[in-house]
Nanobody, 127 residues
Framework: QVQLVESGGGSVQAGGSLRLSCAASGGPLSLSAMGWFRQAPGKSRELVAAISWSGGSNSYADSVKGRFTISRDNTKNTVYLQMNSLKPEDTAVYSC????????????????????WGQGTQVTVSS
């Protein structure tokens, strides 16, 4: 059974940075498309960033382009989300997710396409 565990969340002031990590176990992360989604109170879940299992392709929400960077280290079974220039509107619970795929360049942006989810980590940005 695949398990995903996020870490690195916390509280920061606007303009600050955080780095989220998602460690995977129980499956071949190296063959998985990965993604970060977030959900704020009263809002629906939205894509933040997604990456192919090769790491060569990615996708970002318009609201985070130029500020967030998704990356992965398949030797450590870990995917990262570097978040810079954080804004109060980035406040949400951030969850990582993965889905096995044979397509090394495939990026999945729809949450319905993912089978495995972590519990999430809270990110709070104060103004």
């Amino acid at each position: 059974q695949v398990q995903l565990v996020e870490s690195g969340g916390g509280s920061v002031q606007a303009g600050g940075s955080l780095r989220l990590s998602c460690a995977a176990s129980g499956g071949p992360l190296s063959l998985s498309a990965m993604g970060w989604f977030r959900q704020a109170p009263g809002k629906s879940r939205e894509l933040v960033a997604a990456i192919s299992w090769s790491g060569g392709s990615n996708s970002y929400a318009d609201s985070v382009k130029g500020r967030f960077t998704i990356s992965r280290d398949n030797t450590k079974n870990t995917v990262y989300l570097q978040m810079n220039s954080l804004k109060p509107e980035d406040t949400a619970v951030y969850s990582c997710t993965c889905e096995f795929t044979l397509d090394r360049s495939k990026v999945l942006t729809n949450p319905a396409e993912y089978s495995y989810w972590g519990q999430g980590t809270q990110v709070t940005v104060s103004s």
